[in-house]
């Protein structure tokens, strides 16, 4: 399973950004899509996560500016973080659980990061 993460960029302090992943490669389920985030001399952290059913949750300081969300035809999430601020700026990583075929093991799988710079 290969997941591609896109969309970082600069944004100002208060602006928007959208994230999508998108999972490809050959397997039987993509279960869990999480997205985390380091930042520099930091510890990675989770930022949102989304089964598939679409239940999510969220780290504490995103709720209210970050939305999670997947297409489960198309093996994306997407992570739209409104409301940026300084302390958002980080490398952000997704993430997947997956089965490769049916009532196999499921594994985890990381994405390359997409680098999310805040300007205050």
């Known amino acids: 399973v290969q997941l591609q993460a896109s969309g970082g960029g600069l944004v100002q302090a208060g602006g928007s950004l959208r994230l999508s992943c998108a999972a490809s490669?050959?397997?039987?389920?993509?279960?869990?899509m999480t997205w985390y985030r380091q930042a520099p001399g930091k510890q990675r952290e989770l930022v949102a996560a989304?089964?598939?059913?679409?239940?999510?949750n969220y780290q504490a300081s995103v709720k209210g500016r970050f939305t999670i969300s997947r297409d489960n035809a198309k093996n994306t999430v997407n992570l739209q973080m409104n409301s940026l601020k300084p302390e958002d700026q980080a490398v952000y990583y997704c993430?997947?659980?997956?089965?490769?075929?049916?009532?196999?093991?499921?594994?985890?799988?990381w994405g390359q990061g997409t680098l999310v710079t805040v300007s205050s």
């Open positions: 993430n997947a659980d997956a089965r490769l075929w049916s009532g196999g093991k499921v594994y985890n799988y």
């Open positions: 989304i089964t598939f059913g679409g239940t999510t």
């Open positions: 490669g050959s397997f039987f389920e993509i279960y869990t």
